[in-house]
């Protein structure tokens, strides 16, 4: 049976995963970044977890059945290479500022409002700081540079990932206003969109790992998207919730989702759009106040059908992102009953109405109605939490297929070989 490979280079590691025509994850596999260096900007230790990773899950399939692969990375992240795709310096990764001053000042004068190139940490002002220090070829995004060292190209990106570099993901093209801004157009790759094919598995890649010449490098997507894809979600109205440290939310729309005061700005996948925001709650909070075992006892105290009494906005301290745009917004976590239980349920009850009021404001904002839900994180393993938000949020509870964002990117490898017609 055919198969194709989806490649998540993250923070922390790189995983792989080998899906069939149907979606089944036939095999997995991955490393920790930190076994292959200690510098997590080197382009060569990202290249050398690349190939630790995806050697292992091809040992664990047949490599000749591979029909086509597709790399997501972390957004925002960027690397300046020459003519010959080689890095000319350590990257930006996606959390590092930008500390110039004028960078800055010119990207806030030229860019529209609702452009996700505004803000220290954009790729485009990364791509600008190296063209002011360095005389690169191209600067592209990490995901560019792990695909390229499969295919052999270093000019083509995919919308998602240039979104934070000043895409415009409507009109479809590099705006004019990047080089008004003082950037040259000329460093940026060539964008397609994600599961476009952009050509075969370069030669000398495809005799290190056993792949068929045939096999083929389709455009890939940011962490974050790839992380949507993997649950399954596919229909308008569609969303994804993560219950990690902070809580974000998703949902698939038919028009993109705009709005700088919230910091929100929309993903293009295909002709649907990925529009979402995080808030400061999460995750964070409960561990603030109980340790794991904790939580997992005293839930089982809780009854999820019946409300707590108590009207939290559970926070750390000062400031919201989304539903709320307050960097003064307080948190309300009293008053604090004696039954841990009961702290426990209204801090539970808290999250799941901020979870609830940010879908609803994405449908104020132009995004569909929520109609179905998906679950990501450790918080989504919590089934009293799940009774609670399943209450509050009144829509089906869906199984995510899968948690794994190479699992997203696979999906997309599935598209682009179907369109090659390889399946």
């Known amino acids: 049976m ?35 260096g200690e510098n997590g900007r080197d382009p060569a230790v990202w290249l050398r977890a690349l190939q630790a990773a995806l050697g292992d899950l091809l040992s664990r399939i047949d490599p000749a059945a591979v029909v086509a692969l597709a790399v997501d990375g972390t957004s925002g992240t960027m690397l300046p290479i020459d003519r010959d795709g080689r890095p000319l310096t350590d990257a930006l990764m996606y959390s590092d500022p930008v500390a110039d001053a004028g960078i800055l000042a010119a990207i806030a004068a030229a860019a529209p409002a609702e452009s996700a190139a505004h803000g220290p940490t954009s790729g485009l002002a990364k791509a600008m700081r190296f063209g002011k220090t360095l005389t690169p070829w191209r600067v592209i995004h990490q995901a560019d540079w792990i695909a390229g060292q499969l295919s052999g190209r270093f000019d083509v990106s995919d919308e998602n990932n240039a979104l934070k570099t000043g895409y415009d993901p409507v009109a479809r093209r590099w705006p004019d206003w990047i080089a008004a801004a003082g950037a ?47 649950t399954g979600a596919a229909v308008i109205g569609d969303g994804v919730t993560a219950l990690g440290s902070s809580l974000t939310v998703k949902v698939l729309s038919d028009k993109p989702i705009f709005s700088p005061r919230f910091g929100l700005y929309s993903h293009r996948i295909g002709d649907r759009w990925l529009a979402g925001g995080a808030s400061n709650t999460g995750g964070k909070v409960l ?3 109980f340790p794991v075992e904790w939580i997992v006892a005293l839930s089982e105290r809780i009854d999820p059908e019946r409300r707590s009494g108590l009207d939290y906005y559970p926070l750390l301290g000062n400031g919201e992102r989304f539903p709320v745009a307050d960097p003064e917004l307080a948190p309300r976590m009293e008053p604090r009953p004696d039954d841990d239980s009961l ?68 999906r997309l490898a599935l598209q682009g070989a179907r369109a090659e017609g390889l399946l």
């Open 2 to 36: 055919s198969l194709v490979v989806g490649i998540d280079v993250g923070t922390s590691g790189v995983r792989a995963v080998a899906m069939d025509p149907s979606g089944t994850v036939a095999a997995q596999a991955g490393t920790r970044m930190a076994e292959h």
């Open 184 to 230: 040259d157009p000329d460093l940026l790759p060539e964008v397609v969109a994600p599961a476009t094919p952009v050509g075969r598995v370069d030669a000398r890649e495809a005799r290190r790992f056993g792949l068929p010449s045939q096999a083929i490098v389709v455009a890939g997507t940011t962490d974050g998207c790839a992380s949507f894809l993997a």
């Open 343 to 410: 702290f426990l349920h209204g801090i539970l009850e808290g999250i799941a109405g901020i979870e609830a009021r940010a879908y609803a404001l994405l449908a104020e904002l132009g995004g569909p109605r929520l109609a179905s839900l998906r679950s990501v994180g450790g918080g989504a393993a919590n089934p009293v939490w799940t009774a609670i938000r399943r209450r509050r949020l009144d829509v089906p509870f869906l199984p995510a297929l899968s948690e794994e964002a190479a699992a997203g990117t696979a």
């Open 287 to 289: 561990a603030h106040y």
